[in-house]
């Protein structure tokens, strides 16, 4: 079965360079999640997306920036960035139809800063 | 303000032996509850899920949670653990429309072989 794709799986930028990170969620899964976990810590919700449209928002910092694409493909923009944001940056999608909170998580990007 | 609390950082145990994680939750509203498995250097992995019934749910890998209102919690146990099970597992709660999941910190389970 088809999974939620992320790409890079790996990146190493330096302080203050920007970064993109790419999210394919299950084929007809039309709401995306962005996550991140940074070493030994629990996944943090920075932001989601439902069709198109910014749906909530979490602790996702100024410097970032996230969209979702008419193929629901969505793309998170890091700027400016620093050594506090190196972690890994989970995507999951889920269909709103399916029934409550069932996502299903990619493999996540590592994004490494130095 | 939505929480989870995980009890324990660290837990190791050996093969054979029982597992019980501890999970409390603070949740204004209806509440979905999750538990996610984390294997080393992987993606979060759905365990188990409760959204309402029956307040025991069985998962995979033979893991199962036990729902109990009156205490808030949401404990996931293994009757015998396995050298595979080593991992990190993370209980989370969920109950709005929009779906985002709170995460508790999480307990890395180490088993012996």
């Known amino acids: 079965a088809a999974g939620v794709i992320q790409s890079p799986r790996h990146l190493i930028k330096e302080k203050r360079e920007t970064a993109t990170l790419k999210c394919y969620p299950i084929?007809?899964?039309?709401?995306v999640y962005w996550y991140q976990q940074g070493p030994g810590q629990d996944p943090q919700f920075l932001i989601s997306?439902?069709?198109?449209?910014?749906?909530d928002k979490g602790s996702i910092p100024d410097r970032f920036s996230a969209q979702q694409f008419s193929d629901y493909h969505s793309e998170l923009n890091m700027s400016s960035l620093e050594l506090g944001d190196s972690a890994l940056y989970f995507c999951?999608?889920?269909?709103?139809?399916?029934?409550?909170?069932?996502?299903?998580f990619g493999a996540g990007s590592r994004l490494t800063v130095l | 303000a939505q929480s989870v609390s995980q009890h324990n950082h660290h837990v190791i145990l050996s093969e054979a032996a029982s597992l019980e994680l501890g999970c409390n939750y603070s949740?204004?509203?209806?509440?979905?509850l999750f538990w996610y498995v984390q294997y080393p250097g992987q993606h979060l992995q759905l365990l188990l899920k409760?959204?309402?019934?029956?307040?025991l749910v069985k998962g995979i890998k033979g893991f199962e949670a036990e729902f109990i209102k009156s205490k808030f919690s949401f404990n996931l146990r293994k009757p015998s653990v396995q050298w595979s099970d080593t991992a990190e597992y993370f209980c989370?709660?969920?109950?709005?429309?929009?779906?985002?999941?709170?995460f508790g910190k999480g307990t890395k389970l180490s088993v012996k072989p």
């Open positions: 999951a999608s889920r269909h709103r139809g399916s029934g409550a909170n069932v996502l299903t």
């Open positions: 997306f439902y069709e198109k449209m910014q749906s």
């Open positions: 989370a709660v969920g109950g709005g429309s929009q779906g985002n999941l709170i």
């Open positions: 084929p007809r899964h039309d709401t």
């Open positions: 409760y959204f309402s019934g029956d307040p």
């Open positions: 949740y204004g509203g209806t509440v979905n």
